[in-house]
């Protein structure tokens, strides 16, 4: 194997275990789809189907990747269920785990549950500011959108959170 | 960003991160699978040979159907075009039973 191909993986080992933790809150913390998602985003990379340009740091341009790449199964896996003999399996049906939840803390089920409850762009960049200590600029720059509008979804959805955390607790 | 309120947030998140960590698959296994899977290439060829079949299969019948009628051999009658080659003076002598006091003949055609 050529030096850039192994200096590339060892760069993804080192982003390996918060690369899982993303791929999982893109997937709505469905593990399989997360472990999919992660393979697929693995063999981009080593595919050079994604290729790192060193505009932003390994793991944003990663992250990025990862979140395209779980999009795209959301897209195929909706296609598939339409198709006559999805009932056959095959897709992922995008709903949690439920052995990891049931692993799960009580604290982090409701933060989790609360999460789910949120839209997606507030969900991402809640997660990668709270969960991967981001910069609100870096998640920005994962999710594909500007600055303002990621500290938007930043200041509502933690509100929202926070109002749904209270809310369980009284 | 992240202010001094947001502390008991950025708790919760470190807790799911632990879990997570603990959770996460081992690199190599899903590196592992990452190469086992088959490329983008592979999977595009398939679906276009996949679709190309169909249209074909669609073609075939579409085709097919047109131009199927039911055609009833018994009452076929091929005429060649050498036909006429076969037409010989005299030959309804040999297809009539001569009889007494009747021309059973057309004296033209000798």
């Known amino acids: 194997m050529s030096s850039p191909a192994v200096a590339l993986e060892v760069e993804l080992e080192r982003v390996h275990p918060a690369a899982f933790g993303w791929a999982l809150a893109c997937c709505g913390g469905d593990r399989t789809a997360a472990e999919d998602t992660l393979q697929a985003s693995y063999l981009k990379v080593l595919d050079g189907r994604a290729r790192f340009d060193g505009r932003a740091s390994f793991r944003t341009w990663f992250f990025a990747v990862v979140r395209r790449t779980a999009a795209e199964q959301r897209r195929r896996n909706a296609l598939w269920r339409l198709w006559p003999l999805s009932w056959l399996g095959g897709a992922a049906d995008g709903r949690p785990d439920p052995a990891a939840a049931l692993a799960q803390s009580e604290t982090t089920r409701r933060l989790v549950a609360a999460l789910a409850r949120l839209p997606r762009r507030q969900r991402e960049v809640l997660n990668l500011v709270f969960y991967q200590d981001m910069s609100i600029a870096e998640a920005a720059e994962v999710a594909g959108i500007s600055v303002g509008t990621a500290r938007t979804h930043y200041e509502r959805g933690k509100a929202a959170l926070k109002q749904r955390l209270e809310g369980e607790r009284e | ?110």
């Not at chain 2, 679906?47 to 579409?62: P, S, Y």
């Not at chain 2, 060649?80 to 055609?109: C, E």
């Open chain 2, 1 to 110: 960003m992240i202010e001094r309120d947001d502390e008991e947030l950025r708790e919760r998140f470190a807790a799911l991160r632990r879990e997570h960590t603990i959770a996460a698959p081992v690199f190599r296994d899903t590196m592992a699978a990452a190469r086992s899977r088959p490329r983008a290439g592979h999977r595009l060829g398939f679906a276009a040979g996949a679709a190309l079949l169909l249209v074909a299969l669609g073609l075939i019948r579409t085709v097919g159907n047109r131009h199927h009628t039911s055609v009833d051999l018994a009452s076929v009658r091929v005429h060649a075009p050498t036909d006429f080659l076969l037409q010989l003076p005299g030959a309804d002598l040999l297809r009539t039973m001569p009889r007494l006091g009747r021309v059973s003949f057309d004296r033209r055609t000798l």
